[in-house]
């Protein structure tokens, strides 16, 4: 006879061991844009991501995970309720494989929603190849931003932020007021501060 092997307990919110539970921090914070966050398959399970702490933190934003998706699919989320999607992404201007975006614009931030990719780099402009309807978007890129707060895990530039960090910048701006999704940065601080107790090698003074 078998012997069943019992599972840790795991949190139904945050989607983590109980143990590890990071809804402390979630911020509850309301924006006039809407937020869609298209996760990358391999950053679900990963315990270091911020997106889930964003999408809970942030009120009626969307979590959808994939790296190709359904074409009438993604149309309906980008565009759902009427919004102007934008694409919080850099500029790719020197990669032939993508088209130039089309020129920014500037609507009110109540008729905007900000499409985040939380993805890595290499990831992220895969998932850009594979869904012609995100290379179609008009973009905001984030410029002269402070470090990052990311010590937990490695960028290739101290400017790289996480996507809970673009994401919390990007509203912000499209808000009109950058200390409007300040309690997200700070959410973030704590959630840094908890996953880095798990590694002594951040710890070290």
């Known amino acids: 006879m078998s012997q069943s092997i019992s599972k840790r307990p795991t949190c139904a919110s945050c989607l983590r061991a109980a143990s590890a539970c990071i ?28 997106a889930r702490l964003l999408h809970l933190s942030v009120a009626g934003s969307e979590l959808v995970v994939g790296e190709t998706f359904d074409a009438a699919q993604l149309e309906a989320l980008l565009h759902a309720d009427g919004r102007e999607p934008v694409l919080l992404y850099p500029d790719t201007a020197g990669d032939p494989l993508l088209p130039a975006p089309p020129a920014p614009i500037a609507p009110p931030a109540g008729q905007v929603r900000l499409v985040v990719l939380d993805a890595t780099w290499r990831k992220s402009r895969k998932m850009l190849y594979l869904n012609p309807a995100l290379q179609r978007l008009p973009r905001l890129a984030l410029m002269n931003v402070a470090p990052s707060n990311y010590r937990i895990r490695k960028a290739h530039a101290p400017h790289q932020l996480s996507s809970l960090e673009a994401a919390a910048l990007a509203l912000g701006q499209l808000e009109g007021d950058p200390e409007a999704c300040r309690p997200l940065l700070d959410a973030f601080g704590g959630f840094v501060q908890q996953q880095a107790a798990y590694d002594p090698h951040l710890n070290r003074s």
Not at 24 to 47: G, S
Request: aromatic share 4%.
């Open 23 to 50: 809804c402390r921090w979630i911020a509850q914070v309301e924006t006039q844009a809407a937020l869609l966050v298209l996760q990358h398959p391999l950053e679900v399970h990963n315990a270091k991501n911020s």
